[in-house]
């Protein structure tokens, strides 16, 4: 059965920085490309960023260029976002997903649609 449990989620500043870790089982983990979204309530899954099975490819979204680093280690089943930066915007339930399409093609790495299992999500709250 594959599971994907995210932590890392809190309370941090405006500004500041927060590491989100999201830890794979039930599958072999280097196998798939693994994605990171954020939802707001009532709002679309948004697409963060995603990294290559092997982590020598990563794709971010226009928004976090700079500010988010995804990474991931194969050894331990776990992808990370590494987030510095935060914008109260920012603020919301953050999940990781694991992406099934065969192809490298951004237009699919944002559609949540393309990955079919994803955990509970971590809160990340920011206060202003």
């Known amino acids: 059965q594959v599971q994907l449990v995210e932590s890392g989620g809190g309370l941090v500043q405006a500004g500041g920085s927060l590491r989100l870790s999201c830890a794979a089982s039930g599958r072999t983990f280097s196998s798939y490309v693994m994605g990171w979204f954020r939802q707001a309530p009532g709002k679309e899954r948004e697409f963060v960023a995603a990294i290559s099975k092997s982590g020598g490819m990563a794709y971010s979204a226009e928004s976090v260029k700079g500010r988010f680093t995804i990474s991931r280690d194969n050894a331990k089943n776990t992808v990370y976002l590494q987030m510095n930066s935060l914008k109260p915007e920012e603020a919301t339930v953050y999940y990781c997903?694991?992406?099934?399409?065969?192809?490298?093609?951004?237009?699919?790495?944002?559609?949540?649609?393309?990955?079919?299992?994803w955990g509970e999500g971590t809160q990340v709250t920011i206060s202003s």
């Open positions: 997903g694991d992406y099934t399409n065969l192809r490298w093609a951004t237009d699919r790495l944002r559609s949540s649609s393309e990955y079919d299992y």
